[in-house]
């Protein structure tokens, strides 16, 4: 909890309103006023979507699943890592459920391994006690009773995507499978595959919810948006992921 408290305050959308806050603060000096300027424009043109959907662009440098892909690749697994748990949810009352990121993933998952004819594994540890469920256990859950579709391995320990990395290959070793099909979210898939990859899997990339959108720009996407800058920080997050995985791993 400490390391995502400090994460919210030195990422932005809220770095930019500390930033400025300093500068208004020390407005009697030329750096303050700059300071805050600086950052009360570039907050101001970061809570557009439609620098955001540029920004997203760039990095979901991972392109959808091609149609054909599977049948050249010839995976032996999908394997969908988590995307978080939900624990504000008053409409399951004594109950913990998926955040709704996670939610995107299950979806397209079971919609490949129909497709493809493939097993799936889910990967996710995340609980708080021994006693808590783990997030692969409501996956599994959720992917068995609303989307119809069995899961034929559960990684239940992992707790970043290092170790879904690394407890999915030790599991699927077993069963002599490198080649996977890996579901995530298009702006998490860079690190995703370069942790999986790393471990040891051949992978073909099946990218999902795209924050960058192709096409011709709308009226709204020029109008500052809360949902702009909560995109802005998951690419400030996984930008600074990369380079820690890189220096880490």
Known sequence: MLVYALQSLLLPPV???????????????????SMALTSLVLLWLLSLPIVVNRLAQWWERVPPLPAAAAATFKPGALVVIGGGLQFDTPEYPGQITLHPRNLLRLRYAAKL???????????GGGALAADDVAEADLMAAI????????VAWQERDSRNTAENARFSRDLLSQYGINDIVLVTQAYHMPRALMAF????????????????????PRFADWLPSPSAWANLFLLAHEAVGMVWYRIRY
Do not use: C, H, M, Y
Request: no cysteine; hydrophobic share 50%.
């Open 15 to 33: 770095l930019l309103l500390v930033l400025a806050l300093v500068g208004v603060l020390a407005g009697k000096r030329k750096w303050g006023r």
């Open 113 to 123: 391994a129909w497709e493809l004819g493939l097993p799936v594994l889910v990967s």
């Open 143 to 150: 992917l068995d009773q609303e989307f119809k579709t069995p």
């Open 197 to 216: 990859r790393q471990a040891g899997f051949n992978v073909l990339p099946a990218p999902t919810a795209f924050i960058g959108r192709n096409g011709d």
